[in-house]
């Protein structure tokens, strides 16, 4: 029977001639399985009301075609109900960008480049406050008209974004991170002709300038760029594309949250460890025998989300497939808090199980509502799932931890997405099976 091969999806996101090295696409725009505009558009009732469970299913098949990406994201992720009105998600994005708006606004007055179309790459304070008045610093707070290096009068000048000794120690803390952000957009996605107009570059670095300023437990870390750029590709409006990376770090901020003593994707570094010892005991205890027992070497699988072990399309494509697998319809809800207090009546609207996720209903059958914890990401069993695949090269080549990262490393550009999930829902319930069977056996004995 004759299949579809499916139109590579690069097109969309064009790479820059001289970066010949770019790993291909793998992602596939296959009509009839891919969700296309059409039939994403099918999906609401006249009212505005989408039919996700049917959405989902479209996504688990083939995708998002990329032109309808950024809209569906917005579902996704709980920036809106898949239960609610036109006109009611018109007065939401109205409101939320209006605050998107105060918020960068308040940055402003701290320091005037954030939204001028400029960043900065060099620090502009010191920790105890004091303005930094380095010849760089005032080259990218002060260009003027492209003069490359600044005269001796600039050199002597004060910025006036730091004239003074800053002794609030949140605007100190911001200020700082401020350059942090320059330097990590300079390097984030620069295969991709997007990145190439500046005002692009810029937009990056206000989201995330403004983002370090209202979270104020966890700020900006390195990565967040990583988890944003997709975000302004796919969104045109700053304000719509903030909102939706908001709405993604509050899944992921844990990961971010650090301490004196420890960096919260531990947590999910020893579930990936829990979750091999069950699955492969054999291999857990080579890693450990190694020194690799604290699976640090998946750090950045899970920072990330995989942004470096697959082409820039597929971790998007990527990331749709775990997100719709994950998907719970009371997201938005449990995000908009106020309103859910106010409108109890609209949070139980949904409870059909073909409303969510497939890795979810997974998890649900399996006594959720009695668990207190809530369930694992599907990112830990892909991870696992990787290293599932690897495990003979792993147990045969690998004699120490440089090896682990080698043999790791070489999946980078070659993974499938799809095939990824398929592999992490299989070991999803594999481990859910064992786990059921372990706490068996100990009711048993005691």
Sequence with gaps: MWRDPGVPADSFYEVRPECTDVPKSRFRIKAGKTLSERKWKAAFSPE?????GKTLS????????????????????????????????????????????????????????????RFIT???????????????????????????VPTPEAANAKPSCTAERVTDKRIIQWMLTLHQIGLDVLRTDRTLVFYEKKENLAKLWDILAVYAWIDTDVGYCQGMSDLCSPMIMLL???ADA??????LMRRLRGNFRCTDS???????????????QIIDPKLHQHLEHLGG???????????????REFSFCDSLYLWEMMWALEYDPNLFWVYEEAEAEKSEEAKLRLKSMRHYGKYEREYMKNGAAKDAHPPLPISIFLVASVLKEKSAVLLQQARGLDDVVKILNDVNGNLDAKKACIAALKL???????????????????
């Design 428 to 446: 999803h319930k594999k481990y859910l099976k064992k786990q059921a069977q372990q706490k068996a056996l100990k009711a048993a004995a005691s």
């Design 293 to 307: 027992g604290d699976y640090l070497f998946a750090f950045r699988m899970l920072m990330v989300l995989f942004r």
């Design 236 to 238: 045109s409006d700053e």
């Design 48 to 52: 505005g009301y989408l039919d996700i």
């Design 122 to 148: 060099a620090p502009v304070i010191t920790e105890d406050g004091q303005p930094i008045h380095d010849p760089l610093v005032l080259l990218e707070t002060h260009p003027d008209n492209g003069v490359i």
């Design 58 to 117: 479209r996504i688990h098949r083939g995708g998002i075609h990329p032109s309808i990406r950024g809209e569906v994201w917005e579902f996704l992720l709980g920036c809106y109900d898949p239960r609610s009105t036109i006109e009611e998600r018109d007065e939401i994005r109205e409101r939320r960008r209006e605050q998107y708006a105060k918020w960068k606004e308040v940055c402003q007055n701290l320091f005037p480049l954030v939204g001028s179309g």
């Design 262 to 276: 420890s960096v919260g994707v531990e947590a999910q570094l020893t579930n990936l460890a829990e979750i091999t």
């Design 242 to 247: 903030f909102w939706c990376f908001e709405r």
